[in-house]
């Protein structure tokens, strides 16, 4: 070592600390593209396997269960709502206390469970009533016991829905975050396109291969291939533990959010004065405090030496939460766009109708609901790739037409489809009254409709709380979204326990009867397309208050 320069010496001691530091560091050699199989395998499965289960479920609620259309259409409607709305839930669970890996994980074998329980209902007589050919005669409703174990399954498929899904695609982009780098940005974005063209093939078969075996081989087979499915998508999402990078939770956005409405409310006696001090957070961007909705303002004045976040907010939460009630009416008018893209009663329409193809086949009738999937699909790709860099050029907007424009134009969409839909039920009504069939492909135009409907309006709502909210509530987007979903199921609920109670009055056959023959869809119909009418009027209301309100700040 006598002849080694110190320069030598120094040289080799950084490489022998540099090597150390490499090896002591396991989180570096964590994540990665290896890991995305793994978390897209697991998503894409767990779609197919949820999604394939919906499609169908009213036939299995009405012909196993004994209920009526607007029972099982409720139902649904409710089971529809509490999976978006846990998706909050899941949310939270991951980013204040357990992480996404748990989170998934969890959710991931509660999804399995509940498939399980789904499937022992159709393996088992004793877990369901008995048939009515079995009867000859009356048909015996489910007893408690059963229901109970019915109503477990959606449950525990509903939980793992609301942990899965809203954790799947942020737990990707951890393991291509580790080292900010233009490639691992070029990654992500791979990421994201893999992750979308995985959720829509999964949606696809789940309408069309899932389906068709629940048709041709029954209820048995057709639940026991979604269960096999979420089998192979929990193992594969544990396979790769080794592998993954689990980042440590932190602070939550919905935990600042109530803690500014308390401390608002704690200092509501509070006067404020022009020469107030606020409280502004370390390490962010610095927001002005606004003068809209004032009484926020409350939550950050420093009055007194208390830091604690449960008696002082900081300016930039405060803010936060405004921006959230600025948009929170033009938010609200998504919601019966997806209650009417989400009802059963067209499916019901295709199972009366002709759906042959050729003479040995035929459309299963929970399939068309592919039209809209693959309409909203279509429409992106075409709005995105050739239609934005043309009205860039003449609208001077980077993304082609406006936000609320799109969200308009998709509301607009919506009141056609419906008006078209109600036409379309009253023509075949009559053929099918007649004694003849109609084809179901008349189907086809309304669903299209309302696939274009909701790529302009979903699509335009997820950009306008982008561009509305700050980067820091970046993820709530996603969030919002969902719960527009969740009280879209609960709206179509209500309507059509509302519909059917006062149609039925005086012992009159209700608009929404089983046999939608005797019944009247129709007139639904033309009611969704009248409320859509009127929901594209609040539409406009809303989007003046809002420009009045921001431009007031």
Known sequence: MAGISNQ???????????????????????????TMPFIIVNEAFEKVASYGLTPNMIFYLMEVYHMEAVTGTSILSVWSALSNGLSIFGAFMADSYLGRFRVIAFGSLTSLLGMIFLWLTSMFPQLRPSSCEELNTICNPATPTQLALLFTSFGLLSIGCGCVRPCSMAFGADQLNNHPTIDNQRLIDSFFNWYYASMTMSMVVAFTVVVYIQDEYGWQVGFAVPMMLMVCSALMFMLGSSLYVKVKVGESPFSGFIQVLVVAFKNRKVTLYHDDCYKHSDGMDRVELTQNIRFLNNACVIKDSNTDPWSLSTVEKVESIKSLIRIAPIWSSGILLFTISSQNYPTLQANTMNRHITSGFEIPAASFGLFMVLTLTIWIVFYDRILVPILAKHSHQPRGLHPKTRMGIGLVISVVAMVISAIVETIRRQVARSGDDMSAMWLVPQYCLLGLAEAFNAVGQMEFYYSELPKSMSSIAMALFMVSNAFSGLVGSFLINVVDSVTSEGGDVSWLSSDINEGHVDYYYWLLGFLSLLNFFYFLICCRLHRRFTSST
């Not at 010496?9 to 290896?34: A, C, N, V, Y």
């Open 8 to 34: 030598d010496k120094l040289s080799i001691d950084t490489e022998l600390q540099t090597k150390l530091l490499l090896h002591s560091d396991d989180h570096d050699h964590k994540g990665g593209m290896r």
